[in-house]
């Protein structure tokens, strides 16, 4: 498995599979599977509501615990100190864990000065690898950098062709922060698996459309977290390292940039409010 080096010396593989909309009483069976085709980090949050299905499937997997990298995220109605630290806690409870890889703010609103500095000893203390963020503008992240103690190791950002955050990262390379892409097949958006562009070079490769978007984001030094519930398209979004993308189908895809999101508007104010003030639990 490729890896990619954390500011903080920790190392985190180049490609990793993501929970998202997986239901509960899937989860266990897709990660399952996901093991089987050699995938070792996995992603998941709070608000995903999978955590613990995740961590029984790592617990009966046969492997060690050192041989995962897991990520999982803390929601913005447990921003504050307190109830960080309450939180993080059951996650941990859920997932069945005594250290996690990875633990992530999982949007920049509420109080996440408090939910950072919350991360920061949890960290300090030994219980997580690496802290970081997702969601946040350059501008909110070098704010919180600035006026904080650690650095955030990773930003988890929506990247993929059509929203490809060139801005971001040059900054995240500029400032030592890894740069990971959530949603890299814009959640089906715009056909992208039947984009003509992208199947001509699919089909010039001999792989999949899903393959050639993985492979495209990693030559631009971009951690992925595909996610899929078929083991055959496991395998396809797994197996991106033996064929590498010309400069000229590199800047072809680069020229598929539209820089705004098909997902949601994060400058749109019912949107932030919305999720701002979206509970998990009561």
């Not at 299905?53 to 990298?69: E, P, V, Y």
């Not at 929506?158 to 030592?176: C, I």
């Not at 800047?251 to 508007?265: E, W």
Request: charged fraction near 25%.
């Amino acid at each position: 498995m490729k890896e990619v080096r954390l500011n903080n010396g920790v190392m985190m593989p180049a490609i990793g599979f993501g929970l998202y909309q997986v239901p509960e009483n899937e989860t266990e069976r897709v990660v399952n599977e996901a093991i089987e085709v050699g995938y070792r980090m996995f992603d998941t949050a709070a608000s995903y509501f999978n955590e613990e299905q995740l961590g029984n499937a790592i617990r009966h997997s046969g492997l060690k615990r050192d041989a995962f990298f897991i990520t999982t995220k803390l929601w913005v109605q447990d921003y504050e100190y307190e109830d960080a630290l309450r939180a993080f806690d059951l996650s941990m409870k859920k997932l069945g864990l005594d250290y996690l890889d990875l633990y992530l703010m999982h949007k920049p609103y509420g109080n996440y000065y408090a939910a950072w500095r919350a991360m920061e000893r949890l960290y300090k203390e030994g219980r997580i690898r690496a802290i970081g963020v997702t969601s946040f503008s350059c501008e909110r992240l070098q704010d919180l950098f600035l006026h904080n103690e650690i650095r955030p190791a990773v930003n988890q950002l929506e990247t993929h062709p059509f929203f490809q955050q060139k801005s971001a990262n040059l900054f995240l390379e500029q400032e030592g922060i890894r740069h990971e892409a959530w949603a890299p097949f814009a959640e089906g958006k715009n056909d992208i698996f039947n984009h003509p562009l992208l199947k001509s070079i699919a089909e010039r490769h001999g792989k999949s459309v899903g393959a050639v978007v993985l492979r495209w984001l990693n030559q631009r030094n971009i951690v992925v977290i595909p996610k899929t519930m078929r083991k055959e398209r496991m395998t396809e979004n797994f197996n991106i390292f033996d064929f590498s993308l010309s400069d000229e189908e590199m800047n072809a895809i680069g020229r598929l940039d539209t820089g705004k999101s098909p997902i949601y508007d994060d400058m749109d104010l019912p949107t932030v409010r919305g999720i701002g003030l979206y509970k998990i639990h009561d």
